[in-house]
């Protein structure tokens, strides 16, 4: 089903790119997963996906190729980058021995600026395909992944609409199993994404390393969230994209059924590794102070968390 794709390598099979890497494996995708840390352990354990949606069904990844070296997996047809945005500079050292002329690229990373990484160091004429991933998926251990909420993940293409080697990639994660949905614009999508990720990415670490139910459950907090909502809105106004109230509305309900849910974000924070400032909330408050939209809560958020990440 998925031979048609073929050669594909996964660089940072973490909590996302782990489970989609595992879900496309499954469906028969030729998937090579490079893992560094957690080599030893998955190489020997393997690779489990917990489906809470179905039950809390446990999923075995079959046939697991997994590598310690980009080197040992050599070029592909397409490479899935799944680390996060803080290793955006390193990544034409991290994917070269992976990428040749023919090799198409997907990130499936949070925030914005990723595709225009990836053409300075690849080429702008490169097919480059963004994944949004409106999911909530946690790593519970090096070799278990938990699905908390599938929801989908909406592809868009950097400089174009899908080209139909793209195509080919989206309806691979179809055929797994996943949701998808195809944007015709990838900074519309952009800016949708970060309506939900920049006030709770960034609120669960300013309000003192919480949840989201408790963001929700607390007034000021919450009103700080639909503010930031608002902000992001505005910004991608100013660059012709609109986007409904009823959008931001539904954000705030489909946090509230996620319970306990701690973001990927929070997680990093807790676990003092590097977090996706500049990505997730730097770069949309430049691009929006670029088209002089006021964004003041945005830019006391951006300011609070570089302050409590060192300005990681």
């Known amino acids: 089903m998925g031979g048609e794709l073929g050669k594909v390598g ?4 973490g909590a996302v ?35 809470h949606a179905d039950g809390g069904r446990k999923e075995p990844v079959k046939s697991l190729k997994a590598y310690r070296n980009a080197s040992e997996i050599g070029p592909c047809d397409w490479v899935i980058v799944a680390v996060k945005s803080t290793a955006n500079d390193e990544l034409g050292s991290i994917l070269e021995p992976l990428v040749d002329e023919r090799t198409s690229l997907l990130t499936l990373q949070n925030g914005m600026g990723n595709v225009e990484n990836l053409a300075r160091f690849f080429g702008r004429e490169r097919i480059i395909l963004a994944g949004l991933c409106f999911t909530c998926i946690n790593r519970t251990e090096p070799n278990r992944i938990e699905s908390i909420f599938p929801g989908y993940v909406q592809f868009g293409q950097y400089g174009s609409s899908p080209s139909p080697k793209a195509e080919g990639m989206i309806e691979a994660f179809e055929n797994a199993g996943v949701k998808v949905r195809r944007a015709e614009s990838l900074d519309e999508a952009l800016w949708r994404k970060l309506c939900w990720n920049v ?17 929700l459950s607390d007034a000021v907090l919450r009103a700080r969230a639909r503010f930031i909502m608002d902000e992001i809105q505005a910004g991608a106004k100013a660059h012709e994209i609109s986007i409904e109230d ?17 973001p990927s974000s929070l997680i990093d924070y807790l676990d003092k590794k590097p977090v996706e400032v500049e990505a997730i909330w730097g770069e949309p408050l430049r691009r929006g102070l670029s088209k002089k939209v006021p964004m003041p809560e945005l830019e006391r958020l951006y300011r609070e968390l570089l302050a409590l990440t060192d300005g990681s």
């Open 10 to 13: 996964l660089v940072g099979p």
């Open 17 to 51: 790119g782990g489970f989609y890497g595992g879900m496309l494996a499954n469906a028969g995708v030729d998937l090579h997963f490079l893992l560094r840390s957690t080599y030893e352990f998955v190489s020997s354990e393997g690779l489990h996906l917990i489906h």
């Open 199 to 215: 006030p709770f990415n960034g609120l669960s670490i300013a309000g003192g390393g919480i949840t989201t139910d408790r963001i």
């Open 246 to 262: 009823s959008f931001l509305d539904r954000q705030l309900e489909l946090t509230e059924p996620m319970g306990p849910y701690k």
